[in-house]
Each structure stands twice: as structure tokens, then as C-alpha cells.
């Protein structure tokens, strides 16, 4: 009995000093988030942008619960691609409001259900291009392609082609964002290159087959990619997944286009989504 009774002591003992250590092992996982006011050409939106330790990032609609305006925390066993075990996740409020100006052109919302969801895509593809410097809307004779490296989840890595058709020559920019912590996505890479005559002839022959295609919003699970264009006098611009493609005859020179983009790009660039 004796024996039993000090073996049911070291027992408790151990487990008592084992969840000790798990309460002290808990690690800080901190998230930072910030109101946001996206100014469309018709309304200001409220929305609050969040950004993980590992930089990905995403908004949600309206402003966060105001409980959380000063840091809080609670302990949560978070399961992500990056981070697994139990955590102390902390909410850390940025006080000031960031005002986000809408790029892209307002029109073409079909519905009220799919307001939110083009708004939002609209918001992210205008935070993304003012990280990245790109905050103004195109002129006469430019292409601008934005495109995440993540086509699922939430993105913290973007591409950037600019091209802007010039009467002599023509210009080929490549600009690479990516947000690795709390700071959001910033420009790490910019390259500038001459078009050849040969990939200027290409692309201007793929340009023509968007003629009397409007505007498009084509979304579906994933992040799209945003393309505007400003030739022969008329700005157009289109949002468009991937998984929209399949099935969808009338956005394949809207596709085409965007693969000519890239395909010409790999020409001066390297175009994948790896950081040199």
C-alpha cells in the first residue's frame, strides 16, 4: 500500500509538472489589424486588413469588434501550413485609419449578393498597388497585370507587370511584392526592360482580339488577377480566377492575353514566383 501511495505521488507530481511546462511552452502568436476606409468613386467603404506574423494578410467587412481596440489576448491551438500547436494569439490594434482609393473602375456590379465579394477584391488589388507604388490609374498606352503567387488561401507574395507602349519603343516593367511579418507587403524587386519589335507586334496582335469586350468580373475560390489596359482611347479593366476560366469561352482572350503578358515578360525576366 505504502509503495503504491509513493508511486501515485510521483505520478500526480509528473503530471502536474508536465502541464506546468505546457502552460509555460504556450508561444506569442501576434496578428495585427487596422481600420481601413476604401473610397470607391461612389461610396467609403469600412473595412479592417489583418496581418499575420508571416505576412499574409487579409481584410474582412466593416470595422473589427471594438473590444479588441486594445491589445488582447487569448489562448487558442492554432493549425496552420506554417504554424501547429497551442498559442497565445494576440490582437495588436493599429490606431490610425489607412485610406485606400479605389484603382479600378466601379461599375459592373450585377447584383447585391456579389457587391461585397467584387468590392473586396477591388480593395485588395488597390492595397496591393499602392504598397507597391503603383497608386495611381494608368495612362494612354499602358498595360498594368497584377497576379498572386498564392492562388488559394491568403496571399502574401505578388507580380507586377507594367508595360507602357510608347511611340518609339516600347517598356516592360516587373515589380515583386511580398509581405513577410506585420509590416504588410512591400516592393523588394523592380526590373525595367525594351520590348523587341517582334514581342511588340505579339502583343498589340492579342490586344485586338479584346475588342468589344467590356469590363469583366470573373470570380470564383481563389485570388485573381487584376488586369487594366488603356488602348485606342478606351479603359478597360478585368478580374478573373483561374477557376473562372473553365467552361468560359467569352473570357479566353481575356486569358490569352495575360499568358501573352507573361510569356513575352519571361523574355527579360524571371517570372516565377520565387526571391532572387
Not at 77 to 91: A, D, H, M, N, W
Not at 140 to 155: A, F, S, V
Not at 165 to 177: A, H, M, P, V, Y
Request: with cysteine; glycine share 6%; charged share 25%.
Amino acid at each position: 500500500m505504502k509503495k503504491f501511495l509513493v508511486l501515485l505521488g510521483i505520478c500526480v507530481s509528473c503530471y502536474f509538472n508536465a502541464s506546468g511546462q505546457d502552460v509555460d511552452s504556450i508561444n506569442l502568436y501576434l496578428t495585427v489589424y487596422q481600420r481601413v476606409a476604401f473610397v470607391a468613386s461612389d461610396s467609403t467603404y469600412h473595412f479592417t486588413i489583418f496581418i499575420e506574423p508571416n505576412g499574409k494578410f487579409y481584410f474582412r467587412d466593416g470595422y473589427f469588434d471594438s473590444t479588441l481596440e486594445n491589445d488582447s489576448s487569448t489562448v487558442v491551438r492554432l493549425k496552420k501550413s506554417e504554424v501547429t500547436g497551442q498559442y497565445r494569439l494576440k490582437y495588436h490594434f493599429q490606431p490610425n485609419i489607412d485610406t485606400v482609393n479605389c484603382i479600378l473602375s466601379n461599375e459592373g456590379f450585377e447584383s447585391a449578393e456579389l457587391e461585397l465579394i467584387q468590392i473586396a477584391d477591388k480593395l485588395n488589388a488597390s492595397y496591393v498597388l499602392k504598397q507597391l507604388g503603383e497608386f495611381n490609374h494608368i495612362q494612354k498606352n499602358e498595360i498594368r497585370l497584377l497576379y498572386p503567387c498564392e492562388e488559394l488561401n491568403y496571399p502574401s507574395h505578388y507580380r507586377l507587370v507594367k508595360i507602357n507602349l510608347l511611340k518609339d519603343s516600347t517598356e516592360i516593367t516587373l515589380i515583386t511584392g511580398i509581405s513577410i511579418d506585420y509590416k504588410g507587403i512591400h516592393p523588394i524587386q523592380s526590373y525595367t526592360s525594351l520590348l523587341k519589335k517582334g514581342d511588340v507586334k505579339r502583343l498589340k496582335k492579342q490586344l485586338d482580339k479584346l475588342k468589344g469586350i467590356q469590363n469583366l468580373e470573373c470570380r470564383q475560390p481563389g485570388n485573381p488577377w487584376v488586369m487594366e489596359l488603356y488602348n485606342g482611347g478606351e479603359y478597360k479593366s478585368f478580374i478573373i480566377s483561374n477557376y473562372c476560366l473553365r467552361g468560359r469561352k467569352g473570357i479566353k482572350p481575356i486569358a490569352g492575353i495575360c499568358y501573352s503578358i507573361l510569356s513575352i515578360c519571361k523574355n527579360y525576366f524571371k517570372i516565377d514566383c520565387t526571391v532572387d
